[in-house]
């Protein structure tokens, strides 16, 4: 496979951001976070690294007009660290005054994946809705939605875009494709565009967190949007990309190896227990560690820290320079890690067993 081509169901994911942006023309976010008054934690450390037309949607939070969100979840397995990433940029836009849309892609696990249609809702329901209230997302502004039980207007403009598209141009966006990925990628952008059909209000500023795999899907939605102009009046989608959270064991996360990640619903012991087999970029002997300092960037438990566990950003800063100045040991940093980690699993885990019963607001 060409450099070329991101495979958004592949499994070796994106090995050089800097590369991958300048290639296809995502723009850095941090050129741009200066234009909204309170940037999340993941922009100010560059976990959300590129983006899309983000000045539209900074101009929307800074005016207060009219902007939605829309993003979609893969229903398998379980709800760990790295899902929880763009659970915090939907509670985030929906604090910033954004309409939410949060879309089921249970039509895309089961052609893809091989996961049912029921066990795709109960996991949906089970694992990603009831973390996401607890992290605070409110039903207010929030519509909650099945790919396979979308509205009407969206199941039928995920069909006739088929028109405006040719098999070429897909292959030449994903490579070999087969039927269950052609019907994923134009309910995708059917999913993508939703918010701006009339039945919702029409057209406005829309953004779309993800991963830097989904870029394909931003990619041809923008094309697609001109292609249907003279129809709909779409406003070109914005996007943002993260980066991934890596596995705590160093390479991939994975739903399918529970010890490179850790679930929101894991017991406080089970995720201590995984903190303590993590990868660090800790030195061989603590003699070597206080000469040289640790290689912060191979530190997954650092990463925890930095991606979920500390806001202040002074205090990861300090933690930051003690550690690769060799003043910190690995063993202090998972000490540091399992203290925050044991608070927050025992405050969310409270939280969800609270908002268990309020599924059903989110439902309908
Ligand atoms: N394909 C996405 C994933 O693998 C899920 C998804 C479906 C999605 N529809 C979407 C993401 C719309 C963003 C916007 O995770």
Known sequence: M????IDPWGATGIKDYQQTMEQFGIEPLADVIDQIPQPHRLMRRSIILGHRDFGRIAKAIRNDSDFALLTGLMPSGKFHFGHKLVADQIVYYQQQGAEVYVCVADVEVHNTRQVSIEEARDIAIDQYLTNYIALGLKPENCHFYFQSEGPRDYQVLSKLLADKITLNEMEAIYGDLEPGKIISILTQIADILYPQMKSEGGPRPTITPVGFDQDPHARLTR????????????????????????????????????QSYIALTDSVQEALDKIDQAKTGGRDTAEEQREKGAVIEEDTVFEMLAYHLIEDDQELKEIQER??????????????????????????????????DRVDEFLN
């Open 2 to 5: 060409g450099t070329d081509i």
């Open 323 to 356: 550690y690769t100045a060799g003043d910190m040991l690995s063993g202090e940093l998972k000490q540091i890690c399992k203290d925050k980690m044991r608070k927050f699993l025992a405050r969310h885990q409270q939280q969800r067993a609270e908002v268990e």
């Open 223 to 258: 094309d697609v949007v001109s292609r249907v102009q003279s129809n709909y009046g779409f406003i070109k989608p914005s996007f943002t990309f993260h980066k991934f959270m890596r596995g705590l064991k160093g390479g991939k996360m994975s739903s399918s190896d529970p």
